[in-house]
T-cell receptor
C-alpha cells in the first residue's frame, strides 16, 4: 500500500526567508510524486511533479522539490517566501506498479509572516 | 486557462436522500476522478473513470456510489442514500492523456448531510 506523511501540521516562516515543507512517502514500486497547494475556497492547484530524471524539480511560483530515494522524501522548498505563499500544501504519491490514483498526505499549513 | 468546474459549491441534504454532484472536466481530458476530504482529514481517492467505465475504485466507493459521464462534458457522482458520514468536500479531477501524470482539480462541492 502507498502512503504519504507530512510530519508538520503547520510551518511558520518570515517573508524573505527560505521555506521547507516536508514529505516522506512509501510505495511498493517507483514513485511518481506531486505537490499541490490549496488556497481558501479553491481546489487543489498543481505545483510540481517528480516522475524521473533530475532529483531537483522546479515548479510554479518559484517552488522546487528534491527527490531523495534513499530517504524516501520529497521536500518542497522555496528560497524566499512571500506572504502570498500562505496556504495549505499537500504532497501526493502515485505508485507506478500498484494503484494509479493519488494518495495524499494530511497537508501542511504554511504561514508566511510579513 | 481552462479549469475544472463543479456544481453546486455547497449541497445540504437530509439523510437517506439521493444527491448528484456535477463536474465539468477540462475539455479534451480523458481521465476523470472523484476524491473526497472529510473535514480535518486527508484527501481520499474514490474512483477513476476512463473510456466510459470505471478503471479503479477505492474501498470507500461502495454500492451507494455511482459515476456517469452522461454527455461529452459532464462527469457526475451520485450517492444513492446519503449517510451522515458522507458529509465531506468532494473534488473532481481530470488528466489529459496517457503519459501525463498530474491531475487538475476542481474547487470542490461541500456536501452536508443532516
Amino acid at each position: 500500500a502507498q502512503s504519504v506523511a507530512q510530519p508538520e501540521d503547520q510551518v511558520n516562516v518570515a517573508e524573505g526567508n527560505p521555506l521547507t515543507v516536508k514529505c516522506t512517502y512509501s510505495v511498493s514500486g517507483n514513485p511518481y510524486l506531486f505537490w499541490y497547494v490549496q488556497y481558501p475556497n479553491r481546489g487543489l492547484q498543481f505545483l510540481l511533479k517528480y516522475i524521473t530524471g533530475d532529483n531537483l524539480v522546479k515548479g510554479s511560483y518559484g517552488f522546487e522539490a528534491e527527490f531523495n530515494k534513499s530517504q524516501t522524501s520529497f521536500h518542497l522548498k522555496k528560497p524566499s517566501a512571500l506572504v502570498s505563499d500562505s496556504a495549505l500544501y499537500f504532497c501526493a504519491v502515485r505508485d507506478t506498479t500498484g494503484r494509479r490514483a493519488l494518495t495524499f498526505g494530511s497537508g501542511t499549513r504554511l504561514q508566511v509572516q510579513p | 486557462e481552462p479549469e475544472v468546474t463543479q456544481t453546486p459549491s455547497h449541497q445540504v441534504t437530509q439523510m437517506g436522500q439521493e444527491v448528484i454532484l456535477r463536474c465539468v472536466p477540462i475539455s479534451n481530458h480523458l481521465y476523470f476522478y472523484w476524491y473526497r476530504q472529510i473535514l480535518g482529514q486527508k484527501v481520499e481517492f474514490l474512483v477513476s473513470f476512463y473510456n466510459n467505465e470505471i478503471s479503479e475504485k477505492s474501498e470507500i466507493f461502495d454500492d451507494q456510489f455511482s459515476v456517469e459521464r452522461p454527455d461529452g462534458s459532464n462527469f457526475t457522482l451520485k450517492i444513492r442514500s446519503t449517510k451522515l458520514e458522507d458529509s465531506a468536500m468532494y473534488f473532481c479531477a481530470s488528466r489529459p492523456r496517457q503519459g501525463t501524470y498530474e491531475q487538475y482539480f476542481g474547487p470542490g462541492t461541500r456536501l452536508t448531510v443532516t
